[in-house]
DNA sequence: TGTAAGCTCCATGTATACATCGCGGCGCTG
DNA sequence: CAGCGCCGCGATGTATACATGGAGCTTACA
């Protein structure tokens, strides 16, 4: 056998498939038999059903009426309204955060997640990838706050869409000089919401978790509008339909 | 092979685990076991496979750290929680609607909808099949005014869950003389509701959405509060694992 | 020429044998 | 007695052969 990585067949199909389709390759629609898959991957119909079914759960397929899996298409108008869910979702996190209240401590990490982030700024050019992470972690906690196990689970799930993510985006180059300030302006709703939670004002709360959604919305917008220049650089939109 | 419902074995199989985790027969946190299924319901674990990979999509099962499944827990607050995210999600549905604006014709199917369901009140007893059925179409109407086809999709799928559902609670016989009055209020609610949505007046149809939701929550929370011998006749109810 | 029956092929459904891997018990050894 | 390692079992992972069933084509008959 090659020597890719990860230990089961399965796991590599699924990994494979997921870039194809994130990666465009894959066009939505497209339907995906078991066999061709099998034979282009190099091992049995078993596994390739497994990851099919995986990708399934992750929303990337759909399963078609009589048996067998479709690649699933997003339009623009779709990538905008899973943003729009997620706003919604982390809204409701934050909201039910200041409604029921958080420990202490947990609010201590958040603020000193807050300071992490404010240290990437230090440097001359940001540490997307640091940022990044930071990013991902903070959003990761603020639905933890709201101390509901469902509400996790569906925004972690919303989140697993490659363009839903509150990261996504960032690894966009093309603009930096916008980037600053976009990243300064994010802070500063990242401070607003700790602190209406603490001080547990709910619907401001939610006002600011929506409205920080937002700014991703504007980032697709603002990048759908300038030609394909743009588009090339930004993986996230490679799944696009139309 | 006996002669059950439907085609083929998976979905047998499917259909079989549902009723016994919804029942509460397999209670949260049971591991399941491929072979053991395989021989109680007389396939080979091919299908069995199958069936749980689609039950892990309706998130009645959580995929275990190095492969299996175990049958999800639903503690109380889970409940709660699912019929408040369930709330949000239809009031961004209504939201939208009302930002958006509605096409006349579903507007006119949703008055409808609510006629059909004043017609249900007409007789002695309330026909609960008819009004379930009709109730559940007003809301899956709702969730496709959004005009987005994201947020219908994450409504249909919490929706799933049995206690989650607009319909909830619903079969329950206990209560007969309290129902008339909560179901009168409900038909309020949707009016108003739809009379929102066509005056485009979007917080009001959010916050609509969600208090109406929130009916959903108070019959929990009164079945719960009265010992089991409520509780018995709730099938909805039996899922709950403490 | 149109229609209907039947056939054939292809894709998924199913069973089963075998592989692999992790874990726990048991025994050996220091 | 303690610690290490080996062995074996049980669970999922994988391959493969065969079953099934539907769609489209072809052919034969009206």
Request: with cysteine; hydrophobic share 45%.
């Amino acid at each position: 056998m090659q020597e890719e990585k990860s230990s089961t067949h399965a796991q590599r199909a699924l990994i494979a498939l997921r870039k194809r389709i994130l990666g465009g390759e894959l066009p939505g629609g497209t339907r995906l038999f078991e066999v061709a898959l099998a034979e282009e991957l190099g091992i049995s119909r078993t596994p390739i059903r497994a990851a099919l079914s995986r990708l399934a759960e992750e929303a990337l397929l759909d399963r078609a009426p009589g048996g067998g899996f479709v690649v699933r298409s997003f339009a623009v108008a779709d990538v905008v309204d899973t943003i729009e869910v997620r706003g919604v979702l982390e809204g409701t996190a934050a909201r039910l955060a200041a409604e029921r209240g958080v420990p202490p401590p947990m609010l201590a990490e958040a603020r000193d997640l807050l300071r992490q982030i404010d240290r990437v700024f230090f440097g001359q050019s940001v540490d997307m990838e640091e940022y990044s992470k930071l990013n991902a972690a903070f959003h990761r906690l603020m639905a933890r706050m709201s101390q509901s196990d469902v509400l996790c689970r569906e925004i972690e799930r919303i989140t697993a869409l490659p363009f839903a993510s509150p990261s996504a985006f960032l690894d966009d180059q093309s603009h930096q000089a916008a980037l600053a300030k976009t990243l300064s302006a994010a802070q500063d709703q990242h401070r607003a919401l700790i602190e209406a939670i603490a001080n547990r004002e709910g619907f401001r709360a939610e006002s600011l978790a929506r409205e920080h959604a937002r700014a991703a919305r504007r980032n697709v917008e603002f990048l759908l509008s300038h030609e394909a220049a743009l588009r090339e650089g930004v993986p996230s939109l490679a799944i696009l339909s139309s």
